[in-house]
């Protein structure tokens, strides 16, 4: 049952200097790449910002999502385009590697725009040395992932590199899908009063590729969330289709998914601590290394923002098509602006802003 909404003057409080601060922008301060360029926070958005859309943006780059969609003669429809590459470390860990991984990023990078997965395009790098019987491994979930999404591996590439001049290796994707006619989820649709909806726990996926490295002294037995989100976008979108918008919570986690909602739609979010999903275990080793699950990564997991009226219909469908533990999380209020807040179990409220550094680097 979701906890009792405890919204209350503490948010209209907060200062709306506050949340004008933290609206995107900033100067590109650092004169080398890092790692926290890579980890989906306020690093990565200055670097997207200040190097490549200021040399190359264009109107299909200021969309702003993991997928394009450009208007091609298809019935009134629109073709989605997404490429994403990947370099998770180990390639191998509980509940998924990075073969499977390539395919459910990028099907779920299209879902979530609205669009119907078609066909994948995969280019692999590999390091002199590599096991082949690793490679057969990684290749053969890869084709797993892709039947089971319903996806056609339409074409690729193989490149091998030096010993040492690699880590295994890794793999680049570029997925196709058509956004029907009737399907137009989108950040200009989201108003106040909307409810947010997760599709499931969070945090797992993070927290499996960190246990399986073994550089800590942690034994949990943590399997990552990594799966195709094509199938429960689809019967949330056929219960719903006034769905105002949709995301998957990779990198940064669902904090920093959320940032981007409120600073491109200039609304507040506002989250429900306890209404949050997390499995114990997973729980426990975020406390455990002092890491706040809702800035760690998930593979095979999304926010939605439903209508309100609409709410426990959108969590029904998505419930019903395989995701038992998907919940209502939060809702969209106009002030404070442009930030998230999460209201604790307690009835406090505290900011919640984007990812600042890498704390969990090489994840997908």
């Not at 980890?39 to 200021?54: E, T």
């Not at 990594?226 to 940064?252: H, I, K, N």
């Not at 533990?325 to 106009?334: F, H, K, N, Q, T």
Request: aromatic letters at 4%; one cysteine or more.
């Amino acid at each position: 049952m979701e906890p009792k909404n405890r919204l209350n003057e503490d948010v209209d409080q907060v200062n709306d200097t506050i949340a004008r601060v933290r609206r995107r922008g900033g100067r590109l301060k650092d004169q080398q790449v890092t790692l926290a360029h890579g980890a989906g926070g306020k690093a990565s958005a200055s670097l997207l910002q200040h190097v490549f859309f200021d040399e190359y943006g264009n109107d299909l780059l200021a969309q702003g999502g993991d997928s394009t969609l450009m208007d091609l003669d298809l019935q009134g429809g629109k073709l989605a385009f997404s490429t994403d590459s990947y370099v998770v470390n180990p390639i191998e860990f509980p509940g998924g590697s990075i073969g499977e991984l390539a395919i459910n990023g990028t099907v779920n990078d299209l879902a979530v725009a609205g669009a119907v997965p078609k066909y994948i395009s995969v280019a692999f790098i590999l390091e002199e040395g590599l096991d082949i019987e690793t490679l057969r491994r990684i290749v053969l979930r890869l084709k797993e992932a892709s039947d089971k999404a319903g996806v056609a591996i339409a074409t690729g590439d193989t490149k091998v590199v030096p010993k040492g001049k690699g880590d295994k290796l890794y793999i680049t994707t570029a997925g196709v899908g058509v956004v029907p006619a009737d399907r137009v989820p989108g950040f200009a649709r989201v108003a106040p009063g909307d409810r947010l909806l997760v599709s499931g726990p969070i945090a797992d996926h993070g927290m499996s590729v960190m246990m399986a490295r073994g550089d800590l002294a942690i034994d949990a037995p943590i399997e990552s969330d990594s799966r195709e989100v094509a199938s429960l976008v689809a019967a949330l979108l056929d219960a719903v289709p006034d769905t105002r918008w949709m995301r998957d919570a990779t990198r940064g986690g669902v904090a920093t998914v959320m940032n981007e909602l409120a600073e491109t739609t200039g609304l507040g979010v506002v989250l429900e601590d306890e209404a949050i999903p997390v499995r114990p275990m997973t729980r426990a080793a975020c406390d455990m290394l002092g890491i706040d699950p809702l800035y760690v990564a998930n593979e095979g997991t999304f926010i939605a923002v439903v209508p309100e009226a609409q709410a426990e219909e959108a969590l029904a469908a998505v419930q019903q098509a395989g995701a038992p533990e998907a919940r209502l999380i939060g809702r969209i209020v106009e002030k404070p602006e442009a930030c998230v807040v999460l209201v604790t179990a307690f009835g406090g409220t505290r900011m919640v802003d984007k990812l600042v550094g890498d704390p969990l680097p090489r994840i997908c």
